[in-house]
């Protein structure tokens, strides 16, 4: 059993940075490949960054490419998304999930576990 909690999201300005954490209990997450998803109001939700347990193999949504980084430490059970140059369309609740396997890391159906969200906010 995996429990996620995210954090770091807030109201920005267009142009400016957060960094979103992901933090998990259980002995196995570091076996996890790890997603970051996001839903806008009045749309379905869409795969931001994923990650590998190892090599750390990562992958992007052709909209954050360049833009977002994903990282994982996992001595601290913990997986980061750090986002750059933010603009209004990246408002969103952002999702972690996790799940077992490397394949396919786009399709959400394939996670097991989700964290509650956090607020991402960017204002024009």
């Known amino acids: 059993q995996v429990q996620l909690v995210e954090s770091g999201g807030g109201l920005v300005q267009a142009g400016d940075s957060l960094r979103l954490s992901c933090a998990a209990s259980?002995?196995?997450?570091?076996?996890?490949?790890v997603g970051w998803f996001r839903q806008a109001p009045g749309k379905e939700r869409e795969f931001v960054a994923a990650i590998t347990w190892s090599p750390g193999i990562t992958q992007y949504a052709d909209s954050v490419k360049g833009r977002f980084t994903i990282s994982r430490d996992n001595a601290k059970n913990t997986v980061y998304l750090q986002m750059n140059s933010l603009k209004p369309e990246d408002t969103a609740v952002y999702y972690c999930?996790?799940?077992?396997?490397?394949?396919?890391?786009?399709?959400?159906?394939?996670?097991?576990?989700w964290g509650q969200g956090t607020q991402v906010t960017v204002s024009s």
């Open positions: 259980g002995r196995t997450f570091s076996t996890y490949a």
């Open positions: 999930a996790a799940r077992s396997g490397s394949g396919l890391l786009a399709r959400e159906f394939l996670y097991d576990y």
